[in-house]
């Protein structure tokens, strides 16, 4: 069965600092990868999105870039935080055209 | 641009009465619809989904929703609520353009009164 292995649960980071949040997937092959922003009252907004290695679509412009070095690795990134940046961050999968999002536990960022 | 949008931010019920969430979104070609729900500390979890078939869809926990193509809509629906149906709803659409994409509602926030 899919799993998704999202890390860290809860971070707290200075602004100006760098970001790296990961995620990894098991039990399918060349997935589609998300990266979900969620907010109250605005639902999850689409980040970034991944077809396959290397190839990394951006949805909206931002402070942060995504990058799927493997096929079951996508790695959210920053190389300066801002306040702003503070959210609740999901990595999704998606195994086929045909198939519902899968999501991780999430990671709770908050940017002091 | 794709996009997916929930008409009703909160809603408050109390417990028997039925429920219908709207959903529209806008994008002309071949869609795939989903239904997900958060529970108050607990992460995403799919209710329903469609993908072609029946347009009536009937999902986990009584839940229903019905693919109207001519309305862009698919509206969730349950005939009587519980107090444990108290979560957030999120309303998703999958479209393939040049990358299988998932886009997500604003979510309703729905309240049933014990």
């Known amino acids: 069965s899919q799993t998704i292995h999202q890390w860290p649960a809860t971070l707290v980071q200075p602004v100006g600092s760098p970001l790296s949040l990961e995620c990894t997937v098991e039990?399918?092959?060349?997935?589609?990868l998300y990266w979900y922003r969620q907010a109250a009252g605005r639902g999850l907004q689409l980040l970034f999105y991944?077809?396959?290695?290397?190839?990394i679509s951006s949805e909206v412009p931002q402070n942060l870039s995504a990058s799927r070095p493997q096929d079951r690795q996508f790695i959210l990134s920053s190389k300066k935080l801002l306040l702003s940046d503070s959210g609740f961050y999901l990595c999704?999968?998606?195994?086929?055209?045909?198939?519902?999002?899968?999501f991780g536990q999430g990671t709770r960022l908050t940017v002091v | 641009a794709q996009s997916v949008s929930q008409h009703n931010h909160h809603v408050i019920l109390s417990e028997a009465a039925s429920l219908e969430l709207g959903c529209n979104y806008s994008?002309?070609?071949?869609?795939?619809l989903f239904w997900y729900v958060q529970y108050p500390g607990q992460h995403l979890q799919l209710l329903l989904k469609?993908?072609?078939?029946?347009?009536l869809v009937k999902g986990i926990k009584g839940f229903e929703a019905e693919f109207i193509k001519s309305k862009f809509s698919f509206n969730l629906r349950k005939p009587s609520v519980q107090w444990s149906d108290t979560a957030e709803y999120f309303c998703?659409?999958?479209?393939?353009?040049?990358?299988?994409?998932?886009?997500f509602g604003a979510g309703t926030r729905l309240f049933v009164k014990a």
């Open positions: 999704a999968l998606q195994a086929g055209t045909n198939t519902e999002a899968f």
């Open positions: 039990g399918t092959s060349n997935p589609n």
């Open positions: 991944s077809i396959g290695i290397g190839q």
């Open positions: 994008y002309g070609g071949t869609v795939n």
């Open positions: 469609y993908f072609s078939g029946d347009p």
């Open positions: 998703a659409v999958s479209s393939y353009t040049g990358g299988f994409k998932t886009i």
